[in-house]
């Protein structure tokens, strides 16, 4: 099992990035430097597919490299993980009507592919008042470079707080609460000029089970 740092360096290599890790700074002469590159976020996931690129073997690489908390990590890397505890923490769109201008709509483990339905929950005993519910979720498009990557929040569930830029909505009809809160769709800020039939990257983070990275298209 490879660690967070040992992850961010592979990651480097076949991106290209610029990630900075510390190191140890010695006295002597000064020496010439070469010109400034961007220095892109070292946690920062992947911002485009590579080809052939596999969204569960990648959660659970980074997932094991401390992106996914310790505490969850035998179940990522279990028989019963890729459907179960990875395929349910991946976003996928569901097929509901107009969302309003600027957002996606998405739910989280897709059952057409087998993966577990993602349940929500408030802050209880039986998750250290912590609660479980993604409480942020970041979109950009899909594409190498600086671009706009917009941030949507979630305070609380089964509602929002005031200050928060996300919002909620329930597939189908009844209460957003039932079945375990599975039917609780979150409605992510988009980046402006994005149009149907492009790709974007969603980054997101479960309170409970950690960072999770997924690529979807714009409806």
Known sequence: ??????????????????ILMPAVSRCGAPQASAPAAAVRDPNEPLRTEPAGWDAIAYNRERGNAGFIPATYQAAINAESGPKEALGK???????????????????????????????NAVKSEANNQ??????????R????GETEELQSSFSDWPGTAAADNGAYAVFGEGDITADGGKNTIYLAAIPAGLKSGDRVRVWAHCLTHGEYVAFLTVP
């Open 1 to 18: 099992m490879q660690d967070r740092r040992s992850f961010l360096q592979r990651l480097a290599l076949s991106t290209g990035a610029v």
């Open 89 to 119: 923490h991946l976003p996928y769109l569901p097929e509901v009507g107009s969302v309003p201008a600027g957002f996606m709509a998405m739910m989280w483990g897709d059952p057409s592919k087998g993966h577990g339905r993602h349940p």
């Open 130 to 139: 912590v609660g479980h519910w993604y409480d942020w979720i970041r979109v």
């Open 141 to 144: 498009r899909a594409e190498e």
